[in-house]
């Protein structure tokens, strides 16, 4: 496989991930069947199960109580565990009958591990080979190759949106088995490390970080608005007075802890560390699909991405400042479907693609959407790039356009 080709499905990887509403609940399915409890667990203390459940179209390879005793005996962190796990999700739909009718009888399939942009080069590819006899067997791609696990059995089968089937042994990977370090509580550090940086020194040098800090241990939320989009801000910030400035800043902090799968589930208003009393300070958190959007009176920001959502802290990167109504003029509310918020002298969006959210003179120079940190691979993102632009991916329909396009264009 040549690398240009691995960075291609890397691309149609993400774009696979990104998708729709929880279709199945893979906790309760494997509940169903004891000998996989251990795995279960798992995949519910990893957060792996919220990932699987968000996505359309997987193939999860369950190893019994048994096998995973090998995997036990590592004595892995919960994070490196996590990154073996992620290796046993495929992003395509494998059912039996699939498995034993791969065409030239070999793949390479992508996983949940390479969508974490933690594996390199090819490690988070299982290579599903049948081999004489009937038999189907995986490797990781950066074990050489060498089948160590077997199919036994579907667990269960939903054409074409979950095969959860049972394997012989744990997939091992050097890459996957890797030490990783736990994913940081500082609040700031997690913040100046993955694309909130100019956030992170505003709280310091405001001295609003306290607040954030202090509030983490009982579940904190912070939604980060992206350097640029920060700068651009800037000079209405700077226009603020003290009170004003230290409301905004602590308004961008939710004193719960929410998860993405929360944040898409929980429709409604939500308290800020701003807030004072009823109905200060506080916006409405609005699913428009698979996105989250975050309204204000004055402006709606969009989560673009996700930082870290390890409980007790979740910190998600914002296309656009959050502006309290007690500080910034409201847009008005419109009735009919509103027009997308164009970025002014970006790359255009075709009309059709157009989301719904408000716009005002006022607000466009501040609030342009800024192009997204690429260190932000996060699978969980619910958006996803082609060249031309930003597409917003929906479900199944929409993300076969791109990866046909992308098949015929690549591959
Ligand atoms: C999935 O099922 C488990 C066990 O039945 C339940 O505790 C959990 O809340 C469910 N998750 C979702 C997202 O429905
Ligand atoms: C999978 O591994 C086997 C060796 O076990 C190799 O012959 C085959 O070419 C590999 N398949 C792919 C798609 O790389
Ligand atoms: C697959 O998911 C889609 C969309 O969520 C749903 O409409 C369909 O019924 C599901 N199919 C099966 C077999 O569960
Ligand atoms: C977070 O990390 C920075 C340095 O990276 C350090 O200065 C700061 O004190 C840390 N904050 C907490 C609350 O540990
Ligand atoms: C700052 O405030 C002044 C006075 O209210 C106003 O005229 C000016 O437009 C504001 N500047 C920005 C960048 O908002
Ligand atoms: C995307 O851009 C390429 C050239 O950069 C063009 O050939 C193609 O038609 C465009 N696709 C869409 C969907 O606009």
Same mark, same amino acid.
């Given at each position: 496989?040549?690398?240009?080709?691995?960075?291609?499905?890397?691309?149609?990887?993400?774009?696979?991930?990104?998708?729709?509403?929880?279709?199945?609940?893979?906790?309760?399915?494997?509940?169903?069947?004891?000998?996989?409890?251990?795995?279960?667990?798992?995949?519910?203390?990893?957060?792996?199960?919220?990932?699987?459940?968000?996505?359309?179209?997987?193939?999860?390879?369950?190893?019994?109580?048994?096998?995973?005793?090998?995997?036990?005996?590592?004595?892995?962190?919960?994070?490196?565990?996590?990154?073996?796990?992620?290796?046993?999700?495929?992003?395509?739909?494998?059912?039996?009958?699939?498995?034993?009718?791969?065409?030239?009888?070999?793949?390479?399939?992508?996983?949940?591990?390479?969508?974490?942009?933690?594996?390199?080069?090819?490690?988070?590819?299982?290579?599903?080979?049948?081999?004489?006899?009937?038999?189907?067997?995986?490797?990781?791609?950066?074990?050489?190759?060498?089948?160590?696990?077997?199919?036994?059995?579907?667990?269960?089968?939903?054409?074409?949106?979950?095969?959860?089937?049972?394997?012989?042994?744990?997939?091992?990977?050097?890459?996957?088995?890797?030490? !990783? $370090?736990?994913? /940081?509580?500082?609040?700031? #550090?997690?913040?100046? +490390?993955?694309?909130? *940086?100019?956030?992170?020194? @505003? %709280?310091?040098?405001?001295?609003?970080?306290?607040?954030?800090?202090?509030?983490?241990?009982?579940?904190?939320?912070?939604?980060?608005?992206?350097?640029?989009?920060?700068?651009?801000?800037?000079?209405?910030?700077?226009?603020?007075?003290?009170?004003?400035?230290?409301?905004?800043?602590?308004?961008?902090?939710?004193?719960?802890?929410?998860?993405?799968?929360?944040?898409?589930?929980?429709?409604?208003?939500?308290?800020?560390?701003?807030?004072?009393?009823?109905?200060?300070?506080?916006?409405?958190?609005?699913?428009?699909?698979?996105?989250?959007?975050?309204?204000?009176?004055?402006? !709606? $920001?969009?989560? /673009?991405?996700?930082?870290? #959502?390890?409980?007790? +802290?979740?910190?998600? *990167?914002?296309?656009?400042? @959050? %502006?309290?109504?007690?500080?910034?003029?409201?847009?008005?509310?419109?009735?009919?479907?509103?027009?997308?918020?164009?970025?002014?002298?970006?790359?255009?969006?075709?009309?059709?693609?157009?989301?719904?959210?408000?716009?005002?003179?006022?607000?466009?120079?501040?609030?342009?959407?800024?192009?997204?940190?690429?260190?932000?691979?996060?699978?969980?993102?619910?958006?996803?790039?082609?060249?031309?632009?930003?597409?917003?991916?929906?479900?199944?329909?929409?993300?076969?356009?791109?990866?046909?396009?992308?098949?015929?264009?690549?591959?």
């Amino acid at each position: 496989m040549q690398l240009r080709q691995v960075t291609t499905l890397s691309l149609l990887i993400a774009i696979v991930f990104a998708s729709a509403a929880s279709a199945h609940n893979i906790t309760r399915i494997l509940a169903k069947h004891p000998e996989f409890s251990t795995f279960n667990h798992y995949l519910t203390i990893t957060h792996l199960a919220a990932d699987i459940n968000r996505r359309l179209t997987i193939t999860v390879c369950a190893v019994d109580n048994a096998g995973m005793a090998d995997l036990l005996s590592k004595h892995l962190s919960v994070y490196t565990m996590k990154n073996v796990l992620a290796l046993h999700v495929f992003a395509d739909y494998f059912g039996a009958k699939k498995l034993h009718q791969i065409s030239g009888g070999t793949t390479l399939t992508a996983t949940m591990f390479q969508a974490t942009g933690e594996a390199d080069g090819t490690s988070g590819y299982v290579n599903i080979t049948d081999v004489k006899g009937g038999r189907v067997g995986f490797a990781p791609e950066d074990n050489s190759g060498a089948l160590n696990s077997y199919f036994v059995k579907t667990i269960e089968e939903k054409p074409y949106n979950i095969s959860v089937i049972h394997i012989s042994h744990i997939l091992s990977s050097p890459s996957a088995e890797a030490p !990783t $370090a736990a994913p /940081s509580l500082n609040v700031t #550090d997690v913040m100046r +490390l993955k694309g909130c *940086k100019a956030f992170a020194d @505003l %709280l310091v040098s405001e001295k609003a970080e306290d607040t954030f800090v202090q509030s983490v241990e009982g579940g904190l939320t912070v939604f980060c608005p992206s350097d640029d989009v920060l700068e651009d801000f800037m000079p209405k910030y700077k226009n603020l007075t003290a009170a004003g400035k230290m409301a905004v800043l602590l308004y961008h902090g939710v004193p719960v802890y929410n998860s993405m799968g929360m944040l898409r589930s929980n429709n409604g208003l939500m308290n800020t560390l701003a807030t004072e009393g009823k109905n200060k300070y506080d916006f409405t958190v609005q699913n428009d699909g698979e996105s989250v959007k975050l309204k204000t009176k004055a402006v !709606t $920001a969009t989560v /673009s991405g996700t930082l870290v #959502d390890e409980e007790p +802290l979740a910190v998600y *990167k914002i296309d656009k400042v @959050l %502006l309290p109504r007690e500080l910034f003029k409201a847009v008005k509310e419109e009735l009919a479907p509103e027009p997308a918020p164009a970025p002014k002298g970006a790359k255009k969006k075709p009309k059709a693609k157009a989301k719904k959210g408000e716009t005002s003179e006022d607000e466009d120079a501040a609030d342009a959407p800024g192009p997204d940190g690429s260190e932000d691979e996060d699978p969980a993102d619910d958006t996803a790039s082609d060249e031309n632009g930003s597409v917003r991916i929906r479900g199944v329909g929409m993300m076969v356009v791109p990866l046909i396009f992308g098949a015929v264009m690549f591959l």
